[in-house]
């Protein structure tokens, strides 16, 4: 998968993005990320990309020519390889909620656009012309749109065949997902006590079936 990412910020992405199994993934050609810097699509010397809100308000918000140039160069720069046009993803609190089941379907797309958006917001424009979907990851109001950029690159990459690995325990995973994909029950690995605190017996029982049912019972 190939994942274009336009910020204003593109130094937020190094941490999250370059360890454990993101960075596998990124250094086994899976998953392909490439940040852009919307302040080299700014307007004039002195690279402006937001301004004041038409009828007034508090709050500065981004023009639209930057944020058009950097979709459009990207979408033309890029279309020759993995497919032929990005799904460009908007992140604001005012979006459809990101649950599982979309992750999913986002995760069978070859190329995603995410914007981040800073200030108050982005001109509605730039939505309803060169975007395909706005989500949000929750109800609450966060300083920009990397974080949810990073929630979804995240999210995702899971669901790319070969990175979580080819082992049981990654099947097991989807499967139970595919099940009930929030509920878990509770976990416990050594010591079989800790700080007086004991592993429940029936996990160390070698049982199968009383372990499936301890854990079918004991759902979250
Ligand atoms: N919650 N889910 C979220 C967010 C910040 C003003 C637009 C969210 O997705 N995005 O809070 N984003 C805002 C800040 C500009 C993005």
């Given at each position: 998968m190939r994942v274009d990412v336009v910020t204003l910020f593109p130094g937020m992405f190094e941490g999250p993005l370059t360890e454990s199994i993101i960075a596998r993934a990124r250094d086994n050609q899976l998953l392909d990320l490439h940040f852009h810097d919307l302040r080299s699509f700014g307007i004039g010397n002195y690279k402006q990309i937001d301004d004041k809100p038409y009828g007034g308000g508090a709050g500065m918000l981004m023009r639209p020519e930057p944020l058009v140039d950097a979709i459009e160069k990207i979408t033309e720069l890029g279309k020759s390889g993995k497919a032929r046009k990005p799904h460009r993803i908007y992140f604001s609190p005012r979006g459809?909620?990101?649950?599982q089941k979309k992750v999913e379907s986002i995760a069978k797309k070859k190329w995603l656009l995410l914007i981040c958006g800073h200030y108050e917001g982005i001109d509605q424009r730039v939505i309803d012309g060169w975007i395909d979907e706005e989500l949000s990851i929750g109800d609450y109001v966060l300083t920009g749109g990397e974080i949810p950029a990073m929630v979804l690159i995240d999210a995702v990459a899971r669901h790319i065949p070969g990175?979580?690995?080819?082992?049981?325990?990654?099947?097991e995973e989807s499967f139970s997902e595919a099940l009930d994909r929030k509920k878990e029950h509770?976990?416990?690995t050594r010591p079989e006590i800790f700080r007086e605190m004991k592993v429940p017996d029936v996990l160390l029982s070698g049982n199968h079936g009383e372990i499936e049912k301890w854990r079918k019972e004991n759902l979250q």
């Open positions: 459809k909620k990101l649950k990175v979580l690995g080819d082992d049981l325990s990654s099947h509770p976990h416990y």
